[in-house]
């Protein structure tokens, strides 16, 4: 129900952005967000955006370089990712969530896609 693409290899400083898109049913209503999991840790929050996009948070570590933003309209919701270093290579899953207690809790999740950033 999530599709994700526009992950793959690139070169320490560079940029990339990941779409994720919903098909089967909308999302439009759910908050958004993405999440990463390197190679032997575990998965983390990377970045989320509210139903309408009024309202985003970011993982410290991305802070500055990474912007989420959502095209309801599309139904997908994409992830801006500059100055890219090794420490951000992992797999991204997009999901759709909902909020408990202020934390966004995972729904529904995508396939994973792989970035890997070369130093």
């Known amino acids: 129900q999530l599709v994700e693409s526009g992950g793959g290899l690139v070169q320490a400083g560079g940029s990339l952005r990941l779409s994720c898109a919903a098909s089967?049913?909308?999302?439009?209503?759910?908050?958004m967000a993405w999440f990463r999991q390197a190679p032997g840790k575990e998965r983390e929050f990377v970045a989320g955006i509210s139903w309408n996009g009024g309202s985003t948070n970011y993982a410290n570590s991305v802070k500055g370089r990474f912007t989420i933003y959502r095209d309801n309209a599309k139904n997908t919701v994409y992830l801006q990712m500059n100055s890219l270093t090794a420490e951000d290579t992992a797999v991204y899953y997009c999901?759709?969530?909902?909020?408990?207690?202020?934390?966004?809790?995972?729904?529904?999740w995508g396939q994973g896609n792989q970035v890997t950033v070369s130093s």
């Open positions: 999901a759709a969530t909902h909020y408990s207690s202020y934390v966004m809790v995972p729904d529904y």
């Open positions: 089967g049913r909308t999302f439009s209503r759910s908050p």
